[in-house]
């Protein structure tokens, strides 16, 4: 059993910057892939980024490749997306998760457990 807890989120104008966490619990969230997803108002959730066990692989949704980085700390439990150079379009409540596969992950919108989210507000 993993759980999630999301923070950082918050009210940013176009341009600035956020960089969301995620804190894991478990002693086994290094075998763990984990990723973040988003939902904006009255659209479906969709995949932003994700990351392997061991951070030697990432990926990312078209809409964010070259600006948002996930990065991962095994030590103290915890993965995170840096967010620079916000867009009005990025506003959406972001949304960690966990599993074991990371193509589940990066191609579905299904992976074992998640965190409650966090609100990213850009305003314009």
């Known amino acids: 059993q993993v759980q999630l807890v999301e923070s950082g989120g918050g009210l940013v104008q176009a341009g600035g910057s956020l960089r969301l966490s995620c804190a894991a619990s478990?002693?086994?969230?290094?075998?763990?892939?984990m990723g973040w997803f988003r939902q904006a108002p009255g659209k479906e959730r969709e995949f932003v980024a994700a990351?392997?066990?061991?951070?030697?692989?990432?990926y990312y949704a078209d809409s964010v490749k070259g600006r948002f980085t996930i990065s991962r700390d095994n030590a103290v439990n915890s993965v995170y997306l840096q967010m620079p150079s916000l867009k009005p379009e990025d506003t959406a409540v972001y949304y960690c998760a966990a599993d074991w596969n990371p193509n589940v992950i990066v191609t579905t919108t299904r992976p074992r457990y998640w965190g409650q989210g966090t609100q990213v507000t850009v305003s314009s």
């Open positions: 478990g002693r086994t969230f290094s075998t763990y892939a």
């Open positions: 990351i392997s066990w061991n951070g030697g692989n990432t």
